[in-house]
């Protein structure tokens, strides 16, 4: 199986927003999310988004000191990682990392190369980058099931459009 991209144009943070609400409906039993960019480019917004869309009515905020933030959504595990700060990657191997990729759990890696090696492959691998007033996203769907969600998500999107 070859992976499958896809570039989504953003005009803003709405934009995002909305595009994550998207991805929602596919991610509800489970998956590994790996969110790529700069700082500033969107990753927590996006996050933001997708949990909000997925039934989560308190804030968002980015674990970057706290490396996870738990959520429990609808009887769904979803943990969103902030590895930024990450100063080695066995120190992830000392808060028992394996365990949160469980099947069913949704897990969001902002900063995903900070825990290489140590991290489970990602079904879907979002860069999130700032290209002159605007962002675009580059979504890799890595496996079978995941190039299904990116289709129907660009289908959603287009008619959104």
Not at 19 to 29: N, T
Not at 80 to 109: A, Q, T, V, W
Not at 122 to 134: E, G, P, T
Not at 139 to 158: G, H, R, S, Y
Request: aromatic letters at 10%; hydrophobic letters at 45%; a negative charge.
């Amino acid at each position: 199986m070859t992976a499958q991209s896809y570039i989504f144009h953003l005009a803003d943070e709405a934009a995002t927003l909305a595009l994550a609400a998207l991805f929602a409906p596919h991610l509800r039993h489970g998956a590994v999310v790996y969110l790529q960019g700069d700082l500033g480019a969107g990753k927590t917004t996006f996050s933001r988004g997708l949990l909000q869309a997925m039934g989560h009515h308190g804030n968002v905020k980015s674990p970057t000191y706290t490396l996870v933030e738990p959520y429990t959504i609808a009887e769904q595990q979803v943990f969103h990682f902030d590895l930024y700060r990450l100063r080695d990657p066995e120190e992830l191997e000392f808060m028992g990392i394996r365990d949160y990729f469980s099947k069913g759990n949704l897990c969001l890696i902002e900063w995903p190369e900070r825990g290489y090696g140590l991290l489970a492959d990602a079904d879907l691998d979002l860069q999130l980058q700032i290209d002159q007033n605007q962002r675009q996203l580059c979504v890799t769907a890595n496996q079978p099931d995941a190039v299904l969600w990116l289709n129907a998500i660009k289908l959603a999107w287009e008619q959104a459009q």
